[in-house]
């Protein structure tokens, strides 16, 4: 594989982005990709210029390098970052799926956006020791004209190697709970799968929900709602 470029990076081959979500925008007819191999999740308009990039601004050129957000902390001041790590609880997402604009808590300039961050790769490393390794679940909120970004939840670190998830995996809300619900699909993968499905109430530290599932992995997990399934 490493041939294709199907590693995460910018060595040459097909597979250099590795897109793994889009979501679409209507405020301003834009697209949200994932582009898991570049860390990054990019917003683009439908003249196919770049509006915003949520990455560590390393290795960037100098016609996107401008693109990309700014931390800032709850009061707006700039966070310090240095080579992919930030002081305070603030992160980027590393090799991520599901970058999902959360439509109802968004209002005109500001999105406010969900991810999954799978976490290998982070700060541009790979750990000696790979059971410190974690993924979690993220929500942002972005300020387009500012070009900032500023982390308002997160769930995953603390609870370290436990529920690391390398590859699929997803965060989404869901608006008729006000919760957000995350599917940790790749968990314990080199062990034959136990994935680990988690809900939250928005804001909350700790799940409402729990469910592990033996022997198995999945890509996503995706919520139906059965009244309407069944009686559309």
Same mark, same amino acid.
């Given at each position: 594989?490493?041939?294709?470029?199907?590693?995460? #990076? *910018?060595?040459?081959?097909?597979?250099?982005?590795?897109?793994? /979500?889009?979501?679409?925008?209507?405020?301003?007819? /834009?697209?949200?990709?994932?582009? %898991?191999?570049?860390?990054?999740?990019?917003?683009?308009? %439908? $003249?196919?210029?770049?509006?915003?990039?949520? /990455?560590?601004?390393?290795?960037?050129? $100098?016609?996107?390098?401008?693109?990309?957000?700014?931390?800032?902390?709850?009061?707006?001041?700039?966070? *310090? @970052?240095?080579? #992919?790590? @930030?002081?305070?609880?603030?992160?980027?997402?590393? &090799?991520?799926? &599901?970058?999902?604009?959360?439509?109802?808590?968004?209002?005109?300039?500001?999105?406010?956006?969900?991810?999954?961050?799978?976490? $290998?790769?982070?700060?541009?490393?790979?750990?000696?020791?790979?059971?410190?390794?974690?993924? %979690?679940?993220?929500?942002?909120?972005?300020?387009?004209?500012?070009? &900032?970004?500023?982390?308002?939840?997160?769930?995953?670190?603390?609870? #370290?190697?436990?529920?690391? /998830?390398?590859?699929?995996?997803?965060?989404?809300?869901?608006?008729?709970? $006000?919760?957000?619900?995350?599917?940790?699909?790749?968990?314990?993968?080199?062990?034959?799968?136990?994935?680990?499905?988690?809900?939250?109430?928005? #804001?909350?530290?700790?799940?409402?929900?729990?469910?592990?599932?033996?022997?198995?992995?999945?890509?996503?997990?995706?919520?139906?709602?059965?009244?309407?399934?069944?009686?559309?």
């Amino acid at each position: 594989k490493n041939a294709f470029g199907d590693i995460p #990076g *910018t060595g040459a081959g097909r597979n250099w982005a590795h897109v793994n /979500s889009v979501d679409y925008d209507p405020a301003d007819d /834009s697209i949200i990709i994932s582009s %898991r191999h570049q860390s990054a999740v990019i917003k683009i308009g %439908r $003249d196919k210029a770049v509006k915003w990039i949520l /990455s560590a601004p390393n290795g960037w050129n $100098d016609q996107l390098k401008g693109k990309v957000l700014t931390p800032v902390d709850a009061g707006g001041k700039p966070i *310090t @970052c240095r080579i #992919g790590r @930030c002081e305070g609880e603030f992160d980027w997402t590393w &090799t991520q799926h &599901t970058g999902w604009k959360v439509d109802e808590l968004s209002e005109p300039g500001v999105t406010v956006l969900t991810v999954f961050d799978n976490g $290998d790769g982070r700060a541009f490393q790979q750990p000696e020791n790979a059971a410190e390794k974690y993924s %979690r679940a993220v929500m942002y909120r972005i300020d387009e004209k500012k070009g &900032t970004v500023e982390q308002i939840w997160e769930y995953g670190k603390k609870r #370290g190697h436990e529920l690391y /998830s390398a590859i699929t995996s997803s965060v989404e809300y869901q608006a008729d709970h $006000d919760s957000i619900v995350v599917y940790w699909a790749s968990r314990k993968l080199a062990e034959g799968g136990e994935p680990i499905l988690t809900e939250f109430k928005r #804001g909350g530290q700790e799940p409402v929900f729990e469910m592990a599932l033996k022997g198995t992995m999945g890509y996503r997990a995706v919520v139906i709602d059965v009244k309407k399934a069944f009686n559309p």
